[in-house]
C-alpha cells in the first residue's frame, strides 16, 4: 500500500472517530417507531442505553 494511501486513510479513520466521539455526546433523540419486513416494529426505547446508528439508504 502506498505512502499517500496510508495516510489518506488514517486521515479518514481520525476524523471518523472524531464524528463518532461528537455524536455519542448529541442531543437525545425523540422516541420513534419502525416496522421491520415481518410485519413486526421496533422502537427506539428498546435500545436505551444502548448506541444505535440509523441508516436511512435511499437508492434511485
Do not use: C, E, Y
Amino acid at each position: 500500500m502506498s505512502n499517500p494511501l496510508r495516510k489518506a486513510m488514517f486521515t479518514v479513520l481520525v476524523i471518523g472517530t472524531l464524528l463518532v466521539a461528537q455524536a455519542a455526546h448529541a442531543a437525545t433523540v425523540p422516541d420513534f417507531t419502525l416496522p421491520l419486513l415481518d410485519g413486526k416494529s421496533v422502537a427506539l426505547k428498546d435500545f436505551r442505553g444502548k448506541p444505535v446508528l440509523v441508516n436511512f439508504f435511499h437508492s434511485k
